[in-house]
């Protein structure tokens, strides 16, 4: 229960049990929990549009679906991924773009990168027909959170010092990767039967893809390109219930 409550209260701003207190250990067990706190902010998404739906047209209900999306998060993984940018962008080795991430200041990549996940989710999310949107909004967070599990199990951390993914890199291992994966499956099918799979597949193929690409750019990988995958497989996901129906 408490690796839950961690993995609810460090992925959402969700006030959770705050009085609970959560260890390191509890942080790496989480990992395992990962899809199924993403299905729990799909359900709150299906909630917007189900709400929002009865006032407003599909196209600006989607803007606010991705909205809540992002404050629900607190932004902590699009904080990533324009990290993330500026360093692959800025940095021509691997001590330079680690140097970059690590720097709290914005630069312009960040913000094309902002702009531009939050304008791909959102007119991918259009291009899925309505009858569907409701089961991809539940399936999309929850995909892309577990994304993050095998990266941390299977790449070394890329920094030599601390950093915010450095306990999750440095300890997840074989158990958390099996658990989120079941879980992921069995959400991914559980709405869209055998498509479900196939986006299962395609999402980790481009996980895959990811991972090799941190890899030989820096090494291996950081708290801020796990929260850049994040960001890129919730637009895979979208795209690829969009191609499938």
């Known amino acids: 229960?408490?690796?839950?409550?961690?993995?609810?209260?460090?992925?959402?701003?969700?006030?959770?049990?705050?009085?609970?207190?959560?260890?390191?250990?509890?942080?790496?067990?989480?990992?395992?929990?990962?899809?199924?706190?993403?299905?729990?902010?799909?359900?709150?998404?299906?909630?917007?549009?189900?709400?929002?739906?009865?006032?407003?047209?599909?196209?600006?209900?989607d803007i606010i679906i991705i909205i809540a999306l992002v404050v629900v998060t607190g932004a902590l993984h699009l904080d990533g991924l324009a990290d993330t940018a500026d360093g692959l962008a800025g940095g021509k080795n691997k001590e330079k773009v680690l140097a970059i991430m690590k720097d709290t200041k914005i630069g312009s990549f960040a913000v094309v990168g902002i702009v531009s996940v939050i304008f791909l989710k959102i007119f991918s999310l259009g291009e899925i027909p309505e009858f569907t949107k409701t089961s991809a909004l539940i399936v999309m967070p929850a995909l892309s959170r577990w994304s993050v599990v095998p990266l941390a199990a299977c790449l070394p951390y890329a920094r030599t010092g601390q950093g915010t993914g450095k306990i999750f890199v440095s300890r997840a291992g074989f158990t958390q990767s099996f658990v989120s994966s079941v879980t992921a499956i069995l959400i991914a099918a559980g709405f869209f039967f055998m498509k479900g799979i196939l986006i299962m597949i395609f999402v980790t193929v481009f996980t895959a893809i990811i991972g090799l690409f941190f890899f030989r750019r820096i090494g291996g990988i950081t708290g801020d390109s796990l929260g850049a995958a994040i960001e890129l497989n919730e637009i895979a996901v979208l795209l690829a219930v969009a191609a499938l129906f």
């Not at 609810?8 to 609970?20: K, N």
Request: charged content about 15%; hydrophobic content about 55%; aromatic content about 18%.
């Open 1 to 61: 229960m408490k690796a839950f409550i961690a993995a609810i209260r460090f992925l959402t701003i969700v006030p959770c049990f705050r009085t609970i207190k959560i260890s390191e250990q509890d942080l790496v067990r989480s990992m395992a929990f990962y899809p199924l706190a993403g299905f729990i902010i799909g359900i709150y998404l299906a909630g917007i549009r189900l709400f929002f739906g009865l006032f407003f047209s599909s196209s600006l209900t």
